[in-house]
Structure formats: C-alpha cells, structure tokens
C-alpha cells in the first residue's frame, strides 16, 4: 500500500541553525501539506502546496519557513533560523483531490 | 477560526469495555474525519464521514455524521490493547480544491489489561 515517507525521523539542531525536512508523498498524489504538533498538544496546520505553489497558509508559517517541491517525488520543509519553539513534530501528509490526507511518520524536531 | 473540542481529552479503561468519544465543532463541516495516532507516529485515517446522519462502520469502529455537521462521535467496541493511542476528530476547509485540516485536541485512550 502507498504511503507517505519522511526523512529524517529525528533531527537535533542548535538555535539559529537552518534543518530542511524531507517528505516523499504518495506518487500520484496532487496536493501536499506540511503539518506541526508541539508535544502533548493537537496537530496544527503549517502549509498547503499545489501546482508547484503556495495555496494556504498558516499564521505559524512565518518568512523563516519555506517550502519546495524541488523534482517530481520530493516536498521539502525548511526552516531558516530555528527558535526553540520551532521544537515539535512535523507530518507531512498528501491528497490526491478534496479528499482525504495521508500522513507521514513525521519528524521530531529538537532545537536546542 | 473554526475549533473542534473533543471529550473526553483522556480515558482510562479495562480491556473488552465498549469506548465512546465525541467531537463538537463551532461551525459547520462537510467531511468528518477520524484519526488516530500511536506514540511517535503520524495519524492515521480511521474513519471519513460525508453526509449529515452518516453511520460509519470500520471493524470495532463506529462513527456517525451529526445532524447539524457539527459534531460526531466514535465509538469502539471491545476494546483491545492495540486501542491504545489518541483519537483526533478533523474537519476539513477547502481552500482552492486543497484541504486545510482542522484537528481537535484529541482523547487520549489507556487501556488496562
């Protein structure tokens, strides 16, 4: 069965420090999605990307984050200069359509 | 913005007991989504809900579609170890034909053996 996968599963970065997270979605998938649940708390929507751009953002989404869907298979997260509460779990979900989201095993982030 | 608030935000329960969750919402949804999340993992789609009074079976999973669109529950029957976990509800907004997820605060289910 198709799913979604995510790379690396943890990353430990010092403050200020750019980290780019990797997603691979499901191959015929359209729509792509990054995702954030700061420990102990609800999933929050980060980003949403179609057609090689932007379709809707978060207040989270702030200009130190960034995304790129840079050849036919990969959707990357950066992150320019980490804070501390840049410390969370980031999902990385799909969709082919107005359907429902697949998500990904997601990546700890710690930032120190 | 839209809030989904789910209840109860933690339960603690014998194996083999029936478990029964819900989700209210201030504002409407078309789709009703039922997720859950293992330690460490990403949700995983349970149960989709498309139309108001739907009732959904998934195994020993049970949704249903409030009337209004603006609630569900979850029900699970028998429960079993690997239950364990948190159950999110999520309603989606459409924006340009892509879904932005709206998730709840999520229950969070123990389960003694």
């Known amino acids: 069965e198709p799913e979604v996968t995510q790379t690396p599963s943890h990353q430990v970065t010092q403050m200020g420090q750019e980290v780019i997270l990797r997603c691979v979605p499901i191959?015929?998938?359209?729509?792509f999605y990054w995702y954030r649940q700061i420990l102990g708390q609800k999933v929050e929507f980060l980003v949403s990307?179609?057609?090689?751009?932007?379709?809707?953002k978060s207040e989270i989404f702030d200009d130190q984050f960034s995304v790129e869907r840079p050849d036919g298979s990969n959707f990357t997260l950066k992150i320019r200069s980490t804070k501390l509460e840049d410390s969370a779990m980031y999902f990385c979900?799909?969709?082919?359509?107005?359907?429902?989201?697949?998500f990904g095993p997601g990546t700890r982030l710690l930032v120190l | 913005g839209q809030q989904l608030n789910q209840s109860p935000q933690s339960m603690f329960i014998q194996e083999g007991e029936d478990v029964s969750m819900n989700c209210t919402s201030s504002?409407?949804?078309?789709?009703w989504l039922w997720y859950k999340q293992d330690p460490g993992e990403g949700p995983v789609l349970l149960i989709a809900?498309?139309?108001?009074?739907e009732l959904t079976s998934n195994g020993r999973l049970t949704a249903q579609f409030g009337i209004t669109r603006k609630d569900s529950f979850l029900n699970i029957s028998a429960s079993i170890p690997s239950d364990v976990g948190i159950y999110f509800c999520?309603?989606?907004?459409?924006?340009?034909?892509?879904?932005?997820?709206?998730f709840g605060q999520g229950t969070r289910l123990t389960i003694n053996p």
């Open positions: 979900a799909s969709s082919y359509g107005e359907e429902t989201q697949y």
């Open positions: 191959s015929n998938h359209l729509y």
């Open positions: 990307f179609y057609n090689n751009e932007i379709s809707e």
């Open positions: 504002s409407i949804f078309n789709t």
């Open positions: 809900l498309y139309k108001a009074g």
């Open positions: 999520a309603g989606p907004t459409i924006i340009q034909g892509a879904q932005k997820l709206v």
